[in-house]
């Protein structure tokens, strides 16, 4: 469930916002990049859309990291995050710690930017049942 909502929260980050992350991972493991970055199709609601993927292993774990359009640095940050998860050593932990606090507050930010719209929008809902009553009367 964790993941989902990561990807959920990461989807919605721009590319250079998680460029540190990809630093800081390069930083303290043995990084391998078994599949580099490249392009692909993909079927989506029935046209091919255009997707970059990679796949990458990080001490040892796997990760796979995939963005629509042509974004080779986000594929790749996307499968470092991916394997920094998998990743058990206690070297880890501290990084993966701080990755949580960092995708909770743009998670909140995400959350704050959407409720705009949504209140605005509740603003325009009308009830009926009000309407109802003064036609009745």
Known sequence: MYSTWRISVLSGLATEDMLPWRDRILQLGDVQVNKSSRMGLVMK????????????????????????????????????????????????????????????????????????PFRLIQRTEIDWEIIDEWEDQ
């Open 45 to 116: 609601k029935g046209e091919p859309t255009l997707i970059t993927k990679c796949t990458v292993t990080v001490d040892g774990q796997e990760g796979f990291g995939m963005s629509m359009g042509y974004d080779i640095d986000r594929a790749e940050i996307l499968a470092l995050i991916d394997a920094l998860f998998r990743c058990t050593e206690e070297k880890w932990e501290k990084v993966q710690m701080d990755f949580r606090f960092w995708i909770e507050d743009w998670a909140l930010e995400q959350e704050e930017a959407e409720e705009v």
